[in-house]
């Protein structure tokens, strides 16, 4: 079957655009991400007879082309594995989205490229072989191999994952939500993230955090808003993660007077996200965003986008 | 309006059907309940002049007939206090749920009384005011304010208490579900449950913990029994108390071979419940609850019962 497919795919080639993703979505710290339309990084695959993967960058991020250095190149290293070394890869990659920003750039990178790949080959992997062979890519960027950007990146919507061992991935039906985020051009490194994290934490917030997440994932699926509102709260990672991102307790309390259901860190930050139920809403988070971080001197990047129920997309 | 509702009860006197209750649902500790059409008490309400509450046992458990040491009274006298003191109830209670098995029966006994007298009234309370005047009953019964049995016993179904502080009280959609319990005849006061509970948990636990009750609510709003089955996890709380419970281990292994899809105990113990998908499997799992405890030689009760959609019934 993989003498097939690979004999088949010989001389093509597919372009696929890898989406950005939220991770955590507030109350679902490591289980809950949710894809988004923008922005996405455009990757263009072919097979090459060498068992290696050779990358090309178009953009201006100047990441590492070795593939053993590159969450790109260890994901589809470890699909050539899976392959028995019998082909090789050549892909080029655009990122557009921003290494460190928070939204998922490293899942994109390598999810987009399993996917690419798989599809190349005629599908002959599974949703969840993807996942795992993209968790590689994870587990470069940041030392854990964790799903909750790679899951969403590669089925869209909002995705649960039960459990990484045994993996267990559930989509969770979601009404139409916009999405606003706000990028301060500051680096928090995804590893640090995880290390000012207690290890142990209180039973009692453990119980709040728990009832949160089951109050967003019933709220998602009956599509109510308020509820979906009153669950986006975090008493044990955004209080101890927010301190790395400059003006976050007041980026929150204005967008929430603006409208906004309700948002956090993006993933391990440095973004802010917020959902609004309208774009009206969305754009009037995206102004008060923009005002308290225009005060602050910091750089930053600003955008109102809806969720990606599709995932990656094979475009060409 | 509470002198016109008074007014109106004159003379009249309701029945009612208080459901027993399965709270926490294995990964849903705290948060999670739901009602069961078996077993029930049965509480008979009329209004008297005097401003307290007269109790009647017409059973053999003996309980304390004094309103201040009943979960009972103390749940009236604090609906007595919201009605400034304007009137009293005499109430006749036929327990049938055994205190102390685990299924509820305190809540039961202050959820059935509040909403039995809230019906006489008229209706002029709203649940979430039922809830917290129930709740009193379970402050008394385990030192606790806790809503996982008193929310499914008065609103049926499967509930989720998203938060005691403000009360967030939300009804999840589930598949039919049996349960079937098993009862030793052993007790567990709810109060040393709780002690040996640690205040202090792994932050890798809760993450797996809320995975399993974001997928719980998923699979019970999908109607996916599969995910039920998977998510029917608790790394938290049953290791610790299940060591309370003879034979613990056992009963739900012999449990998930005969069908079941998941449990565990039910409350703090010491009931154990199990889900089946049908009630063949129901039954099958019934007899191997009753193997391994006939071995044990500790006597015990079983029963199959379906969930109670309906929460507390006025049935005459």
């Not at 993209?134 to 940041?142: Q, T, V, W």
Request: hydrophobic letters at 45%; one cysteine or more.
């Amino acid at each position: 079957m993989v003498d097939e497919a690979i004999n088949k795919a010989q001389g093509k080639s597919f372009t696929v655009h890898a989406p950005g993703t939220v991770a955590n979505m507030v109350c679902g710290f490591d289980v809950l991400g949710l894809a988004l339309n923008d922005p996405y990084d455009i990757m263009t695959i072919k097979l090459i007879e060498e068992p290696t993967v050779v990358i090309h960058n178009i953009d201006s991020y100047d990441l590492p082309t070795e593939p053993e250095r590159n969450v790109t190149g260890v994901a589809l290293l470890e699909m050539i594995a899976q392959l028995d070394n019998k082909t090789g890869f050549d892909i080029t990659i655009e990122k557009r989205i921003k290494p460190g920003s928070g939204v998922g750039s490293s899942a994109a990178s390598s999810a987009g490229a399993v996917v690419a790949a798989n599809h190349l080959l005629g599908n002959i992997f599974k949703n969840d072989d993807l996942v795992q062979m993209a968790m590689f890519g994870e587990k470069l960027a940041s030392g854990v191999k964790h799903a909750d950007n790679i899951a969403p990146c590669i089925i869209g919507g909002v995705t649960l994952i039960r459990s990484i061992m045994p993996l267990d991935i559930i989509s969770v039906p979601s009404p139409p939500l916009y999405v606003t985020v706000v990028h301060p051009q500051i680096e928090v490194r995804t590893e640090d993230a995880r290390q000012i994290l207690k290890k142990q934490i209180l039973l009692k917030d453990a119980i709040r955090q728990w009832g949160n997440i089951a109050g967003l994932v019933a709220g998602l699926m009956k599509s109510d808003y308020k509820l979906i509102s009153r669950s986006l709260e975090d008493v044990l990672i955004e209080p101890v993660r927010s301190i790395l991102i400059p003006a976050f307790a007041e980026v929150k309390a204005k967008s929430l007077e603006a409208g906004a259901l309700g948002g956090g860190i993006s993933g391990s930050g440095p973004s802010i996200f917020m959902l609004s139920k309208n774009e009206a809403a969305a754009f009037a988070v995206e102004n008060a965003m923009q005002e308290v971080y225009t005060k602050t001197g910091i750089d930053y990047h600003t955008y109102v986008t809806t969720i990606n129920t599709q995932g990656v997309k094979v475009v060409e």
